[in-house]
């Protein structure tokens, strides 16, 4: 959302128009973002309202003063976005492939020669294959990459083909003298993949990560490589998860978003067989919701109530948050009479029995040791709130 104040003629650009370009794609995982749209938005901007004025000022950047310097920042930040979608579809569209397109998209002179178009937070090689993934998918087109093998499966064939640990290492340790960073990368990989207990082909994997990661102007990128340089020599980090939801999180969470979240927790072979219908109603909202498990499938449906439901679920939305939270379990709930079950209680409890606690401890680098951090929690509790206070 951008915000213009035209008595004071200032400018916000929210998180729209930085000191950087942004992620299309984020490195935590999000959907694709619009490069073109986003563009497009500066231009609507820059014609209602950067024309006039005088101070232009962001969420995450500092301030640009003066007319004639925020028309400049607005055109090039404008520019980038649009040469990133026009000219990696350009590039798409004479056979460049997704994974291609990283090592050959770069920007015009002009616009690398202006720093607000710079990657200091999205880099041109991720935000280059987002544009291609958001067009065209992850597919290059060639059968090899349809239906790959797991790198677990596939790093034995290719080190025994390389000619063992010895060799690769050998090899590995050559590239990296050379500062050929990427190609030892490639090998080395497949090495640790393979023998995930080796540490040695670990502590030079993570070498190479290191020099690529100290290269990369992207924060975002050069930590994703300094982060699996240290994870390969020292196991995942040790502590607690961070939290990425609090109470206000929670109650803004609406009722069929949480049923939804339910459904992505249902473990589908415990559900094989099962079927249930379900209505659900909050009375302090006035919301109603039939939830149904078939095909080892749970989904729901909001402004419906089904004529023949195996039980009844009442409790007001209120009470929800609480079970949401993980504050009160849904079975005291019940107990307290803040729930109400009529019909058959048997689907609640298979319910219950279904729903997996998601282990955020799984190792992404082989080898690094994964932990169990399973949160010990109600079936229907989110994650825990994070701690709001702020301490010394």
Known sequence: ???????????????????????????????????????????EALYRFGREAEVMFASHSWPRWGNARIQEIMRAQRDI????????????????????????YRPPKSLQNQWAAHSYHGS????????????????????ATLIPLSPRDSAPLYVEMMGGAKKIMGKGKELYDEGKYSHALEILNKLVYAEPDNQAAKDLLADVY???????????????????AYELRNG?????????????????MTTDLWLDFLGIRL???????????????????GEKFVVELSNGTLTNIKGYQAEKSDLTITINRSDLEKTMMGAVSFDDQIK????????????????KGMLVQFDPGFEILPGTGPKDLTPAKDAFAQEPPAVQAITD
């Open 210 to 228: 290191e020099q690529i990661g100290y290269q990369k102007e992207s924060p975002s990128v050069r930590n994703s490589f300094l982060a699996g």
């Open 81 to 104: 976005y649009a040469n990133l979608n026009n000219e990696v579809l350009h590039l798409a569209n004479q056979g460049v492939t997704i994974n291609e397109i990283h090592n050959v």
């Open 1 to 43: 959302m951008n915000t213009y104040f035209p008595d004071l003629k200032a400018f916000w650009a929210a998180e729209n128009i930085t000191g950087t370009v942004h992620n299309i794609y984020t490195l935590r995982g999000a959907l694709v973002r619009d490069a073109l749209e986003w563009s497009k938005q500066i231009n």
């Open 336 to 351: 307290t009479g803040k729930a109400k079950l009529e019909g058959d209680r048997k689907p609640y409890e298979q319910l």
């Open 236 to 252: 995942i980090p040790k502590g607690a998860s961070p939290k990425t939801s609090g109470p206000d999180m929670v109650r803004a």
């Open 124 to 143: 041109e090689e991720h935000n280059s294959r987002a544009v291609i993934n958001r067009y065209l998918g992850y597919w290059d087109a060639n059968p």
């Open 267 to 285: 473990d589908s072979k415990k559900a094989e067989g099962v079927n249930f219908v379900v209505n659900l109603l909050t009375p302090d909202n």
